[in-house]
């Protein structure tokens, strides 16, 4: 694999210090471009090998940000698609970050079309602000986060609340923001750690291409969930944590249980045993026996020790669940009392997830199975613009 052909993008100025902390983990160095419109944000770090920081739209904002409005945002990326198209290159695959809630993610819908139009495949997440950030955030997320759906190929929503999940009261403001950022960084430095350093079962970036554009439906909705374990047991216990993630649980939807294709990730060291990578598809096809599996490891000697798992649960549309072991009444598996928790969950564990709804603090309009707010070609898995 070629290191162009992959590249984290991240877009807005939260975004900028998630990416910037996968970057200053990842085992090899990786090519990531921060995207804002606020120059400080590029202001705000020291220089990282392969990281390099793009401003747009200063023309018009003079570096000063969007002022929270998103149609300035997307209207200072097209300034500048020229620009753009020489700084992202022609990788395979991009995987980009946005924090919705801003104005600066309001040019995510013009980037992803860009990247399309290079065939680049993309796998985007999204976070939705906390409740407490006010109506006028959730309102600039709930308007952008279906328009993302049409134009990137597989989308995680993720709303920082349940990202931050139970015991979060607690916490001050800036330890919430700096807990579901450390969350998400170590998620995606799973998942980019298994595609740049894949061994045996390979899952590289051309796979993860196919994976993603071989499909009729774009916005593929994605739930993921990770945990990292060590000891006798690694196996089964990060199996039972990511079993266990509320993360799957959205809207009613067992997310897991109903998943189309999963994608399992596992990181280990040398050590790592056949007999381990059977308990946990074993584990997982007890839970989802009609998915198709996909499987890529990452060995790497300084893991040696630890497991991690990641596992990313593709969504289909609803008309075409077929019921697992956690529905056997047929359709979707409800929610009992609000979802699992993961019991014991470990500090290196990070779950993110995803919720259908298109409409922010409404419970889905579900008849005969189906959300009906889910967008119609998103339910009937038409694939737009490809
Ligand atoms: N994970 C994380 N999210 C944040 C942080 N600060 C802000 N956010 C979220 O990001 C959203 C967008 O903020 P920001 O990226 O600063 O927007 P911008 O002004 O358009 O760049 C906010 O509404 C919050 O939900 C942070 O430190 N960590
Ligand atoms: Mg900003």
């Known amino acids: ?217 774009s916005g593929l909705p994605v739930f993921f969930a990770d945990a990292c374990c060590t000891g006798t047991d690694r196996d089964r216990e990060a199996l039972r944590q990511v079993i266990g993630s509320p993360r799957f649980q959205v809207a009613g939807i067992d997310r897991l249980a109903n998943a189309a294709k999963i994608l399992v990730g596992v990181l280990a060291g040398p050590d790592l045993r056949l007999s381990e990578l059977g308990t946990i598809r074993q584990g997982l096809r007890e839970i989802a026996p009609s998915a198709e599996y996909f499987l890529g490891t990452s060995l790497e000697e300084q893991r040696t020790g630890s497991l991690a798992l990641v596992v990313m649960a593709f969504g289909k549309p609803p008309t075409d669940v077929t019921p697992g072991p956690r529905a056997p009444e047929g359709g979707l598996r409800p929610i009992r009392g609000g979802g699992r928790r993961a019991k014991g969950a470990q500090g290196s564990a990070a779950r993110l997830g995803s919720v259908p709804n298109r409409f922010a603090d409404v419970e889905p309009t579900v008849i005969n199975g189906q959300n009906l707010d889910e967008p119609t070609y998103h339910r009937r898995g038409i694939r737009l613009k490809r």
């Open 1 to 217: 694999m070629n290191a162009d052909d992959l590249l984290l993008i991240s877009v807005g100025g939260a975004a900028a210090g998630i990416a910037r902390d996968v970057a200053a983990h990842a085992a090899t160095p990786m090519r990531v471009l921060i995207l804002d419109t606020d120059d400080a944000t590029a202001q705000a770090a020291p220089p990282q090998a392969g990281v390099s920081s793009y401003i747009f739209g200063t023309e018009r904002l003079n570096g000063r940000g969007t002022g929270g409005d998103r149609n300035v945002g997307a209207g200072a990326l097209r300034d500048e698609a020229a620009a753009l198209q020489t700084q992202i290159g022609t990788p395979r695959l991009a995987v980009v970050l946005t924090c919705c809630g801003g104005g600066t993610s309001g040019a995510m819908p013009y980037l992803l079309e860009i990247l399309r139009a290079k065939g680049t495949a993309t796998l985007t997440f999204a976070t939705e602000p906390f409740s407490f950030e006010g109506d006028d955030r959730r309102r600039n997320a709930s308007n952008l986060l279906p328009m993302l759906e049409g134009c990137t190929d597989a989308l995680a929503r993720i709303p920082l609340t349940g990202l931050l999940g139970e015991g979060g009261d607690g916490l001050t403001a800036a330890e919430a923001f700096r807990e579901v950022s450390e969350r998400l960084a170590a998620g995606i430095g799973l998942l980019w750690a298994l595609i740049t350093r894949p061994a045996f079962i390979g899952f590289d970036a051309e796979r993860f291409h196919q994976f993603l554009v071989d499909h009729p439906q």
